[in-house]
């Protein structure tokens, strides 16, 4: 069955950047949108940064103009660029999809979370 594989998280400096991928595992007939989401530690999770089939993309108020999403359709692959990190973009990440099948159905799809640690 499909799942998401994430990488790119680890360790850096305030000020650094991280690049984080995403990809399903197995065969998907239709993505509909996909995006990253992160939790802290005795916080919720909360939206990061979304990218739709047609290209629309959304970004929390907190990192919009330092993260960016992106994704290669030929791999059905999101990436999500972050730079100028702060200590507060440490969190678990993880990567979302939405999809249809292909009789219609619809399912939703996490990744099991990559950790990122912005600290000096």
């Known amino acids: 069955q499909v799942q998401l594989v994430e990488s790119g998280g680890g360790l850096v400096q305030p000020g650094g950047s991280l690049r984080l991928s995403c990809a399903p595992s197995g065969s998907v007939f239709s993505i509909n949108a996909m995006g990253w989401y992160r939790q802290a530690p005795g916080k919720q999770r909360e939206l990061v940064a979304r990218?739709?089939?047609?290209?629309?993309?959304n970004y929390a108020d907190s990192v919009l103009g330092r993260f960016t999403i992106s994704r290669d359709s030929a791999k059905n692959t999101v990436y999500l660029q972050m730079n100028s990190l702060k200590p507060e973009d440490t969190a678990v990440y993880y990567c979302h999809m939405n999809t249809y099948g292909f009789v219609g159905d619809q399912y939703d799809y996490w990744g099991q979370g990559t950790q990122v640690t912005v600290s000096s």
């Open positions: 990218i739709t089939s047609a290209g629309s993309t």
